[in-house]
Protein backbone atom coordinates (compact mmCIF):
# COMPACT_ATOMS: atom_id res chain seq x y z
CA UNK A 1 0.00 0.00 0.00
CA UNK A 2 1.25 3.09 -0.73
CA UNK A 3 2.97 5.26 1.93
CA UNK A 4 0.37 7.58 3.10
CA UNK A 5 -2.72 6.70 1.22
CA UNK A 6 -5.11 4.37 2.75
CA UNK A 7 -8.10 3.12 1.11
CA UNK A 8 -11.23 1.92 2.92
CA UNK A 9 -14.14 0.24 2.14
CA UNK A 10 -17.64 1.65 3.50
CA UNK A 11 -21.04 0.37 3.70
CA UNK A 12 -22.81 2.24 1.01
CA UNK A 13 -25.16 4.63 2.61
CA UNK A 14 -28.51 4.18 1.01
CA UNK A 15 -29.69 7.81 -0.10
CA UNK A 16 -32.04 9.40 -2.35
CA UNK A 17 -31.97 12.54 -2.17
CA UNK A 18 -31.58 15.26 -5.34
CA UNK A 19 -27.87 15.86 -5.87
CA UNK A 20 -28.51 19.83 -5.57
CA UNK A 21 -24.43 20.62 -4.76
CA UNK A 22 -22.86 19.95 -8.09
CA UNK A 23 -23.71 20.72 -11.65
CA UNK A 24 -23.24 16.76 -11.90
CA UNK A 25 -24.11 13.66 -10.56
CA UNK A 26 -21.31 12.73 -7.50
CA UNK A 27 -22.53 9.07 -8.06
CA UNK A 28 -21.83 8.99 -12.05
CA UNK A 29 -18.24 9.89 -11.74
CA UNK A 30 -16.93 8.95 -7.95
CA UNK A 31 -17.58 6.35 -5.79
CA UNK A 32 -18.83 6.93 -2.31
CA UNK A 33 -17.37 3.30 -1.22
CA UNK A 34 -13.99 4.20 -2.00
CA UNK A 35 -12.93 6.51 0.20
CA UNK A 36 -9.24 7.91 0.71
CA UNK A 37 -7.33 9.68 2.56
CA UNK A 38 -4.18 11.11 1.21
CA UNK A 39 -1.22 13.18 3.15
CA UNK A 40 0.83 14.78 1.10
CA UNK A 41 1.96 18.51 -0.28
CA UNK A 42 -0.30 20.52 -1.73
CA UNK A 43 1.49 20.97 -5.64
CA UNK A 44 -1.63 23.40 -6.98
CA UNK A 45 -4.56 24.97 -6.31
CA UNK A 46 -6.77 26.08 -9.42
CA UNK A 47 -9.62 28.03 -8.37
CA UNK A 48 -11.88 27.68 -11.46
CA UNK A 49 -15.29 26.29 -11.73
CA UNK A 50 -17.39 24.57 -11.92
CA UNK A 51 -15.48 23.02 -9.28
CA UNK A 52 -12.25 24.11 -7.18
CA UNK A 53 -9.40 21.32 -7.71
CA UNK A 54 -5.95 20.81 -5.64
CA UNK A 55 -3.21 18.73 -6.67
CA UNK A 56 -1.37 16.77 -3.77
CA UNK A 57 1.82 14.70 -4.43
CA UNK A 58 2.32 12.18 -1.96
CA UNK A 59 5.34 9.25 -2.11
CA UNK A 60 4.59 5.23 -2.19
CA UNK A 61 7.33 2.95 -0.59
CA UNK A 62 9.43 3.26 -3.25
CA UNK A 63 9.67 7.09 -2.66
CA UNK A 64 8.16 7.86 -6.13
CA UNK A 65 6.05 10.66 -6.65
CA UNK A 66 2.02 10.27 -6.87
CA UNK A 67 0.20 12.89 -7.43
CA UNK A 68 -3.74 12.96 -6.43
CA UNK A 69 -6.08 15.81 -7.96
CA UNK A 70 -8.88 16.49 -6.07
CA UNK A 71 -11.99 18.18 -7.13
CA UNK A 72 -13.66 20.26 -4.68
CA UNK A 73 -16.66 22.44 -4.51
CA UNK A 74 -17.25 25.84 -6.73
CA UNK A 75 -15.74 28.68 -5.82
CA UNK A 76 -18.74 30.40 -5.44
CA UNK A 77 -19.95 27.92 -2.41
CA UNK A 78 -16.29 28.04 -0.87
CA UNK A 79 -16.18 31.74 -0.85
CA UNK A 80 -19.81 31.26 1.07
CA UNK A 81 -18.40 29.19 3.29
CA UNK A 82 -15.12 31.42 4.13
CA UNK A 83 -12.26 30.68 1.94
CA UNK A 84 -10.56 31.84 -0.25
CA UNK A 85 -7.72 30.78 -3.16
CA UNK A 86 -5.28 31.92 -0.12
CA UNK A 87 -7.02 29.56 1.93
CA UNK A 88 -4.54 27.15 0.92
CA UNK A 89 -1.39 27.64 -1.11
CA UNK A 90 1.49 25.45 -2.61
CA UNK A 91 4.06 23.84 -0.19
CA UNK A 92 1.24 23.44 1.99
CA UNK A 93 1.14 19.78 4.25
CA UNK A 94 -2.26 18.56 4.36
CA UNK A 95 -4.63 15.15 4.69
CA UNK A 96 -7.27 15.28 2.21
CA UNK A 97 -10.05 13.02 3.19
CA UNK A 98 -12.21 12.29 0.09
CA UNK A 99 -13.06 9.47 -2.17
CA UNK A 100 -11.99 8.24 -5.71
CA UNK A 101 -13.09 8.25 -9.50
CA UNK A 102 -14.99 5.70 -10.48
CA UNK A 103 -13.79 5.08 -13.73
CA UNK A 104 -10.18 4.77 -12.03
CA UNK A 105 -9.03 7.02 -14.71
CA UNK A 106 -6.14 9.60 -14.22
CA UNK A 107 -6.63 12.83 -15.45
CA UNK A 108 -5.02 14.42 -18.09
CA UNK A 109 -2.03 15.47 -16.74
CA UNK A 110 -1.69 12.04 -15.18
CA UNK A 111 -2.91 12.46 -11.58
CA UNK A 112 -4.98 10.38 -9.71
CA UNK A 113 -8.73 11.51 -9.48
CA UNK A 114 -10.58 12.13 -6.31
CA UNK A 115 -13.32 14.10 -4.91
CA UNK A 116 -12.07 15.83 -1.87
CA UNK A 117 -14.68 16.20 1.13
CA UNK A 118 -12.17 17.59 3.63
CA UNK A 119 -8.63 19.19 3.95
CA UNK A 120 -6.70 19.35 6.80
CA UNK A 121 -3.44 20.98 7.32
CA UNK A 122 -0.65 20.27 9.95
CA UNK A 123 -1.59 23.38 12.12
CA UNK A 124 -4.98 21.34 12.57
CA UNK A 125 -7.22 24.31 10.22
CA UNK A 126 -9.84 22.68 8.34
CA UNK A 127 -10.31 24.18 4.95
CA UNK A 128 -12.51 23.63 1.67
CA UNK A 129 -14.69 21.28 3.96
CA UNK A 130 -17.59 19.76 1.65
CA UNK A 131 -18.28 17.42 -1.07
CA UNK A 132 -21.13 16.91 -4.11
CA UNK A 133 -21.06 13.46 -1.99
CA UNK A 134 -23.07 15.01 0.79
CA UNK A 135 -26.13 15.11 -0.53
CA UNK A 136 -26.01 13.15 -3.72
CA UNK A 137 -23.19 10.45 -1.90
CA UNK A 138 -24.32 6.88 -3.11
CA UNK A 139 -27.71 6.06 -3.89
CA UNK B 1 -42.19 7.28 -6.60
CA UNK B 2 -39.37 6.47 -3.69
CA UNK B 3 -37.94 9.65 -4.53
CA UNK B 4 -40.73 11.91 -4.53
CA UNK B 5 -43.35 11.05 -2.39
CA UNK B 6 -43.22 10.62 1.70
CA UNK B 7 -39.56 11.51 1.62
CA UNK B 8 -39.66 14.52 0.57
CA UNK B 9 -39.81 16.39 2.89
CA UNK B 10 -37.13 14.72 5.21
CA UNK B 11 -34.77 14.68 2.07
CA UNK B 12 -34.97 17.94 1.89
CA UNK B 13 -33.79 18.59 5.63
CA UNK B 14 -31.33 16.44 5.01
CA UNK B 15 -30.17 18.53 2.20
CA UNK B 16 -29.89 21.44 4.13
CA UNK B 17 -28.56 20.28 7.13
CA UNK B 18 -25.71 18.38 5.30
CA UNK B 19 -25.11 21.94 3.59
CA UNK B 20 -24.86 23.34 6.80
CA UNK B 21 -22.80 21.54 9.92
CA UNK B 22 -19.61 21.35 7.42
CA UNK B 23 -19.07 25.10 6.41
CA UNK B 24 -20.36 25.38 10.17
CA UNK B 25 -17.18 23.45 12.01
CA UNK B 26 -14.84 24.53 9.13
CA UNK B 27 -15.69 28.29 10.35
CA UNK B 28 -14.92 27.41 13.42
CA UNK B 29 -11.49 26.50 12.72
CA UNK B 30 -10.96 29.86 11.29
CA UNK B 31 -12.17 29.95 7.44
CA UNK B 32 -10.51 33.30 5.61
CA UNK B 33 -12.47 36.29 6.38
CA UNK B 34 -13.64 38.61 4.02
CA UNK B 35 -15.23 38.04 0.81
CA UNK B 36 -17.19 39.94 -1.41
CA UNK B 37 -19.93 37.33 -2.61
CA UNK B 38 -21.20 37.09 0.81
CA UNK B 39 -20.78 36.81 4.51
CA UNK B 40 -18.26 34.73 5.69
CA UNK B 41 -17.21 33.74 9.20
CA UNK B 42 -19.67 32.59 11.35
CA UNK B 43 -23.31 32.67 10.46
CA UNK B 44 -22.30 32.62 7.12
CA UNK B 45 -23.67 29.15 6.34
CA UNK B 46 -27.04 29.66 8.23
CA UNK B 47 -27.87 31.66 5.62
CA UNK B 48 -29.07 29.09 4.00
CA UNK B 49 -31.59 28.09 6.51
CA UNK B 50 -35.04 30.09 6.60
CA UNK B 51 -33.72 33.22 8.34
CA UNK B 52 -34.88 35.65 6.04
CA UNK B 53 -35.94 39.39 7.50
CA UNK B 54 -39.01 39.97 9.05
CA UNK B 55 -41.26 43.03 7.57
CA UNK B 56 -44.09 43.98 4.89
CA UNK B 57 -43.77 43.44 1.41
CA UNK B 58 -41.61 46.24 -0.64
CA UNK B 59 -44.13 48.01 -3.15
CA UNK B 60 -43.41 50.08 -6.94
CA UNK B 61 -44.16 53.26 -6.64
CA UNK B 62 -47.28 51.99 -8.80
CA UNK B 63 -48.04 49.83 -5.26
CA UNK B 64 -47.43 46.90 -7.27
CA UNK B 65 -45.51 44.72 -4.79
CA UNK B 66 -41.48 44.45 -5.79
CA UNK B 67 -40.26 41.25 -5.90
CA UNK B 68 -36.19 42.63 -6.48
CA UNK B 69 -33.68 40.51 -4.32
CA UNK B 70 -31.24 37.71 -4.26
CA UNK B 71 -33.76 34.73 -3.66
CA UNK B 72 -32.41 31.42 -3.29
CA UNK B 73 -34.63 28.10 -2.65
CA UNK B 74 -36.10 26.70 0.20
CA UNK B 75 -37.11 23.23 -0.59
CA UNK B 76 -35.48 21.80 -3.09
CA UNK B 77 -37.43 18.19 -3.67
CA UNK B 78 -40.99 20.60 -3.97
CA UNK B 79 -41.44 19.17 -7.37
CA UNK B 80 -42.35 15.78 -6.48
CA UNK B 81 -43.25 13.32 -9.03
CA UNK B 82 -45.83 14.31 -12.01
CA UNK B 83 -47.61 11.35 -13.51
CA UNK B 84 -45.42 10.41 -16.63
CA UNK B 85 -46.67 8.38 -19.89
CA UNK B 86 -44.94 5.18 -20.19
CA UNK B 87 -42.23 6.38 -22.53
CA UNK B 88 -41.16 8.92 -20.41
CA UNK B 89 -41.10 6.90 -17.43
CA UNK B 90 -39.32 4.59 -19.36
CA UNK B 91 -36.68 6.94 -20.08
CA UNK B 92 -36.45 8.37 -16.26
CA UNK B 93 -36.05 5.10 -15.18
CA UNK B 94 -33.30 4.37 -17.07
CA UNK B 95 -31.51 7.64 -16.48
CA UNK B 96 -31.49 6.71 -12.85
CA UNK B 97 -30.58 3.51 -13.16
CA UNK B 98 -27.33 5.79 -15.03
CA UNK B 99 -26.70 7.40 -11.82
CA UNK B 100 -28.09 10.50 -14.21
CA UNK B 101 -24.38 10.42 -15.84
CA UNK B 102 -26.00 12.09 -19.18
CA UNK B 103 -27.32 15.35 -17.13
CA UNK B 104 -26.71 17.95 -19.76
CA UNK B 105 -26.03 20.27 -16.29
CA UNK B 106 -23.01 18.15 -16.30
CA UNK B 107 -21.65 19.25 -19.49
CA UNK B 108 -22.06 23.12 -18.63
CA UNK B 109 -25.60 23.55 -20.60
CA UNK B 110 -28.67 25.42 -19.34
CA UNK B 111 -30.90 23.67 -16.82
CA UNK B 112 -34.31 24.82 -18.38
CA UNK B 113 -37.43 25.70 -16.89
CA UNK B 114 -38.30 25.16 -13.81
CA UNK B 115 -34.99 23.66 -12.16
CA UNK B 116 -33.15 25.06 -10.21
CA UNK B 117 -29.78 25.51 -9.20
CA UNK B 118 -27.86 25.61 -5.90
CA UNK B 119 -27.05 28.68 -6.11
CA UNK B 120 -28.91 32.02 -5.84
CA UNK B 121 -30.98 33.70 -8.57
CA UNK B 122 -31.91 37.21 -8.80
CA UNK B 123 -34.94 39.42 -9.14
CA UNK B 124 -34.80 42.73 -10.65
CA UNK B 125 -37.96 44.21 -11.34
CA UNK B 126 -39.03 47.49 -13.70
CA UNK B 127 -42.82 48.33 -14.24
CA UNK B 128 -43.06 46.59 -17.59
CA UNK B 129 -40.58 43.69 -16.72
CA UNK B 130 -38.60 41.42 -14.14
CA UNK B 131 -35.23 40.05 -15.11
CA UNK B 132 -34.39 36.67 -13.61
CA UNK B 133 -30.81 36.49 -13.45
CA UNK B 134 -29.29 32.68 -12.60
CA UNK B 135 -25.90 32.37 -10.45
CA UNK B 136 -25.64 28.72 -11.25
CA UNK B 137 -27.47 27.01 -14.24
CA UNK B 138 -24.65 28.50 -16.30
CA UNK B 139 -26.08 32.17 -15.77
CA UNK B 140 -29.13 31.93 -17.76
CA UNK B 141 -31.46 34.72 -17.48
CA UNK B 142 -35.60 34.64 -17.81
CA UNK B 143 -37.24 37.91 -19.04
CA UNK B 144 -40.96 38.49 -17.52
CA UNK B 145 -42.60 41.21 -19.87
CA UNK B 146 -45.40 43.11 -18.14
CA UNK B 147 -46.13 45.30 -21.21
CA UNK B 148 -49.04 42.66 -22.43
CA UNK B 149 -46.76 41.71 -25.61
CA UNK B 150 -47.41 38.03 -25.10
CA UNK B 151 -45.80 35.42 -26.99
CA UNK B 152 -44.44 36.26 -30.02
CA UNK B 153 -46.35 34.41 -32.75
CA UNK B 154 -43.40 32.12 -33.89
CA UNK B 155 -40.62 30.86 -31.66
CA UNK B 156 -37.55 28.65 -31.52
CA UNK B 157 -37.74 26.21 -29.68
CA UNK B 158 -35.24 27.21 -26.47
CA UNK B 159 -33.22 26.40 -23.21
CA UNK B 160 -35.07 28.73 -21.08
CA UNK B 161 -38.44 28.89 -23.47
CA UNK B 162 -40.37 32.25 -23.68
CA UNK B 163 -41.88 33.62 -21.04
CA UNK B 164 -44.97 36.13 -21.18
CA UNK B 165 -45.65 37.75 -17.64
CA UNK B 166 -49.06 39.37 -16.35
CA UNK B 167 -50.28 41.34 -13.07
CA UNK B 168 -53.32 38.95 -11.47
CA UNK B 169 -53.60 41.34 -8.13
CA UNK B 170 -50.72 40.90 -6.71
CA UNK B 171 -49.47 38.31 -8.14
CA UNK B 172 -47.07 37.98 -10.99
CA UNK B 173 -48.48 35.17 -13.74
CA UNK B 174 -45.68 34.02 -15.51
CA UNK B 175 -46.34 31.39 -18.60
CA UNK B 176 -43.63 29.71 -20.33
CA UNK B 177 -43.46 27.96 -23.56
CA UNK B 178 -40.91 26.67 -26.54
CA UNK B 179 -38.89 25.07 -24.40
CA UNK B 180 -36.73 22.39 -25.96
CA UNK B 181 -36.65 18.48 -24.84
CA UNK B 182 -33.17 18.96 -24.00
CA UNK B 183 -33.29 19.60 -20.59
CA UNK B 184 -33.99 17.31 -17.64
CA UNK B 185 -36.85 19.01 -15.05
CA UNK B 186 -34.27 17.58 -11.93
CA UNK B 187 -31.63 16.39 -11.43
CA UNK B 188 -32.44 12.60 -10.97
CA UNK B 189 -33.35 12.98 -15.18
CA UNK B 190 -37.14 13.61 -14.56
CA UNK B 191 -38.18 14.11 -18.50
CA UNK B 192 -40.41 16.55 -20.43
CA UNK B 193 -41.29 16.69 -24.35
CA UNK B 194 -41.43 19.99 -26.62
CA UNK B 195 -44.88 20.49 -25.25
CA UNK B 196 -44.13 21.48 -22.20
CA UNK B 197 -46.09 24.24 -20.30
CA UNK B 198 -45.15 26.16 -17.23
CA UNK B 199 -47.18 28.57 -15.44
CA UNK B 200 -45.55 30.11 -12.59
CA UNK B 201 -47.43 32.21 -10.29
CA UNK B 202 -44.89 34.57 -7.79
CA UNK B 203 -46.14 36.32 -4.34
CA UNK B 204 -44.19 38.18 -2.47
CA UNK B 205 -46.26 37.24 0.90
CA UNK B 206 -43.90 39.77 2.97
CA UNK B 207 -40.52 41.16 2.98
CA UNK B 208 -38.29 37.53 3.32
CA UNK B 209 -40.19 35.21 1.25
CA UNK B 210 -40.91 34.41 -2.44
CA UNK B 211 -43.70 31.99 -3.05
CA UNK B 212 -44.36 30.62 -6.50
CA UNK B 213 -46.95 27.81 -7.63
CA UNK B 214 -45.84 25.81 -10.90
CA UNK B 215 -48.15 23.79 -12.88
CA UNK B 216 -46.24 21.75 -15.27
CA UNK B 217 -48.41 20.71 -18.72
CA UNK B 218 -47.02 18.51 -21.17
CA UNK B 219 -49.41 16.42 -22.91
CA UNK B 220 -46.58 14.43 -24.30
CA UNK B 221 -44.86 13.52 -21.10
CA UNK B 222 -47.07 13.74 -18.23
CA UNK B 223 -50.75 12.26 -18.10
CA UNK B 224 -51.87 14.99 -16.38
CA UNK B 225 -50.48 18.71 -15.47
CA UNK B 226 -48.50 18.89 -11.95
CA UNK B 227 -48.51 21.34 -9.75
CA UNK B 228 -46.57 22.08 -6.87
CA UNK B 229 -45.46 25.19 -4.52
CA UNK B 230 -41.66 26.26 -4.59
CA UNK B 231 -40.79 28.58 -1.94
CA UNK B 232 -37.38 31.23 -1.50
CA UNK B 233 -36.20 33.40 1.18
CA UNK B 234 -34.32 36.53 0.72
CA UNK B 235 -30.86 36.93 1.30
CA UNK B 236 -30.18 40.40 2.44
CA UNK B 237 -26.18 40.28 2.54
CA UNK B 238 -24.94 38.07 -0.25
CA UNK B 239 -24.72 39.08 -4.03
CA UNK B 240 -24.78 36.69 -6.69
CA UNK B 241 -21.28 35.60 -8.25
CA UNK B 242 -19.75 34.77 -10.88
CA UNK B 243 -20.04 31.22 -11.66
CA UNK B 244 -18.49 30.05 -15.26
CA UNK B 245 -19.15 26.29 -15.90
CA UNK B 246 -17.39 25.88 -18.99
CA UNK B 247 -14.31 27.16 -17.04
CA UNK B 248 -12.73 23.93 -16.43
CA UNK B 249 -15.18 21.16 -16.77
CA UNK B 250 -12.95 18.38 -16.93
CA UNK B 251 -16.54 15.74 -15.33
CA UNK B 252 -17.97 15.28 -18.54
CA UNK B 253 -15.40 12.85 -19.41
CA UNK B 254 -15.43 10.80 -16.34
CA UNK B 255 -19.20 10.97 -15.80
CA UNK B 256 -19.02 6.73 -16.23
CA UNK B 257 -22.93 6.45 -14.33
CA UNK B 258 -22.80 2.78 -12.24
Redesign the interface.
Known sequence: MSLGVRIATAAALLGSCMPIMAHHSFAAEYDATKTISVKGVVQKVAWVNPHAYVWVDTKDDTGKVITYAFESLSPNALARNGWTRNSLKTGDQVTVDGYLAKDGKPLSDGSVHGNSKLITLSDGRKVFAGSSADNAATK | M??FSS?AAA??T??LV??LP??T???D???????K?????PG??G?RKDNAPKGPTPKMPDGKPDFSGVWTPTN??AMGQPSLQPWADALYKERRA????D?P??N?LPAGVPRI???PMKLVQTPILIVMLE??NVHSYRQFFLDGRGHPKVVDQLWMGDSAAKWEGDTVVVDTIALNDKTWL???GLPHSDQLHVVERYQRPDLGHLSVDITLDDPKAFTKPHTFNRTYSLLTD?EI????????????E????K
Request: with cysteine.
Open positions: RYICAVASYLAKAQKGGDKGGFGPVGAAQFTNLSKDEGCSPFEGNGQWHEYVCNEFNVDAHLVG
